[in-house]
């Protein structure tokens, strides 16, 4: 697990990015850095540690909880399909949303993910392109909630 600080100004959203690919680590955190999304991304590669991360156990229990989570769905061990139904069935965690980022492309996995609430569900390998998108709404989504609690 990494946790790495932008230096842009304003609240940064508290992201958790749940991969073991580091490829896809690396364009993620290019991605929002391109954007200047002002982020704490945590990179947790397994499902196991993302789940003591989210229930903030053991080494990660000064966690900050996270505002959205970007998660592979084919991790080593306890895959993101368990994490997935993990969030779903907590409701201390149940409101965050997830991005699901995956190679699968089993239709199950897609219907499975949208019936446990997913908000994006993008298909690897992940593009740039693909992934500014994602990081724009990420980040519109965020600056709009903010607006509201904040008037």
Not at 25 to 32: D, N, S
Not at 39 to 45: E, F, H, M, W
Not at 101 to 111: G, K, Y
């Amino acid at each position: 697990m990494s946790t790495v600080d932008d230096a842009l100004p304003g609240v940064p959203i508290e992201i958790l990015l749940v991969e073991d690919d580091p490829g896809d680590v690396l364009i993620t955190r290019e991605a929002f850095a391109e954007h200047k999304v002002s982020n704490r991304l945590t990179v947790c590669t397994d499902g196991a540690d993302a789940l003591r991360f989210l229930r903030r156990e053991g080494a990660h229990a000064g966690a900050t909880r996270p505002d959205i989570v970007l998660l592979d769905l084919n991790l080593p061990g306890v895959d993101g399909r368990a994490v997935l139904e993990a969030i779903h069935a907590d409701p201390a965690l149940n409101d965050i949303p997830v991005v699901v980022l995956t190679s699968s492309v089993a239709e199950e996995d897609f219907l499975r993910s949208h019936e446990l609430r997913v908000d994006t569900y993008i298909g690897k390998p992940v593009d740039f392109t693909s992934l500014m998108h994602v990081v724009r709404r990420i980040e519109t989504f965020y600056v709009s909630v903010r607006r509201n609690v904040t008037a």
